[in-house]
């Protein structure tokens, strides 16, 4: 999951990279990283983790107001049949070469109505 976070004034975003630092020591799983753009991001394992990390750096490492875009989740796909393609991946001077083909690995699990269910 990632968050977009801004400064409300654009005058604390020193304290608010200083906040980003501290809030990365104090939680392990939260990752932060400048984007193209400028926008800061903040990428967490959940919405609770992160409305704590949040928490956290408004009131406690920073002391500052922090505008939050709203929270975004990535899309994952999953393996429901086997590979008919073989992908390969040469590596730097062509000496090896590593072939892998995918397969669902819970063979009793169908796809109904938008879900997995186990049968």
Known sequence: MKLSIEPLNPADLPKMVEGLRRVSKAYPMVKTRVEES?????????????????????????DIEIKVADPSVG????????????????????KDLFFCSMYCIYSQWKYSSGAFVSY
Do not use: N, P, Q, W
């Not at 400028?38 to 920073?62: I, N």
């Not at 899309?75 to 062509?94: G, N, P």
């Open 75 to 94: 899309f994952r796909e999953t393996i429901a049949e086997t590979s008919s393609i073989k992908c390969y991946a040469e590596v730097r001077y062509a």
């Open 38 to 62: 400028g926008e800061h991001v903040l990428f967490g394992t959940g919405e609770l983790y992160l409305d704590c990390v949040m928490h956290d750096l408004r009131h406690v490492f920073s």
